[in-house]
């Protein structure tokens, strides 16, 4: 099993991660999962009921979820089959179709052991099927996460992959693989995903190649407020999938924002007090008044000046990319571009 392998399939069984991916896939239904009911299965012990035992290590999912969703009414009773992917596969819609007949095959088998063990099949048609006409069968719903930076390939469902005339679609089942792609998912989806881990994990993957676009949004974001309290596994699909160390990030994000609160008060001392020397020295010429706040102003100045100078020569020792410095200046210190040109100009001739 590769890093990937492992790290997402605990991603996905991480209960509050699971529940997000599913609300999102079926954010249009007006469903929502009942966190309540959410109870994780045995992928294989589900594939050996099947029948299928000598294939049930091939056939059998890297994530099940057996949970109820609701509209307000009814709960409705899923079995979720998330299949995690690093590479994309134009086969999941098979492997969908694969899933939900396993899981039917193995809720049949459950089913007939438990009437069998009360005796309730009493005819030749009952024995047969091996249930009832009261037995509701349980829904299962195929579900596949990408977490691979290749844009995928496949299709969306099995009618796509097998190319029908759309006069023939309705005679064949059409299983949808549900695909969560975060490579390729527009902007405006990713907002619909819940603050959260999930968010967090799908938004690195999208900028991984964007540094601005993800820096915008490592500031703007709720989910990465939540950043030093993520699963374990959402830092290693991270690292993996987008090459990021979500835990360093933060580490230097929160170093730099004290140093820059040290800068800031320190400089703010030293520019008050050659503006005040200077204002004295000034006064004894051209009046106390008017020497004070000249003297001030171009403390103030020279004091911002070693500001920013030490915060670009300290971003740059993080290596941080100059136009991010540059977009930094212009938010923090409030200049305009032609000054942020100057000091970076200025500081890269100081380094």
Partial sequence: MSGMDAASKLLMANKAVAKDAIDFILRKSGYKVVE??????????????SGLKRLYKKISNDVVWELDVSDGGPPVRLLVAFENQSYPSRLMPMRGLLSTTVRMLAWRQETKDAHKAQHELRTDEERLDGILEEDTPTHVLPATVYFGQKPWMGKANLHGMLKLPKKLREYFANCPSNLLSFRDMPPEELELLPVGALRCVAKCIRYADE?????????????????????????????????????????????????MSTFEKVFREEGREEGRAEGEAKGRAEGEAKGRAEGEAKGRAEGRDNTVLEFIQGKRDYHVPDIQIHEELLKFFKLDDATARRYMETGLAKA
């Fill in 36 to 49: 309540s009911s959410m109870q994780q299965r045995n992928p294989e012990a589900i594939a050996k009921l």
């Fill in 211 to 259: 540094p601005t676009a993800l820096r915008h949004e490592w500031e703007t974001d709720p989910s990465f407020q939540l950043v030093d309290i993520l699963p374990d596994a959402a830092y290693d699909v991270v690292a993996i999938a987008a090459r990021i160390d979500l835990r360093k990030t933060q580490k230097e994000e929160n170093t730099m924002q004290k140093k």
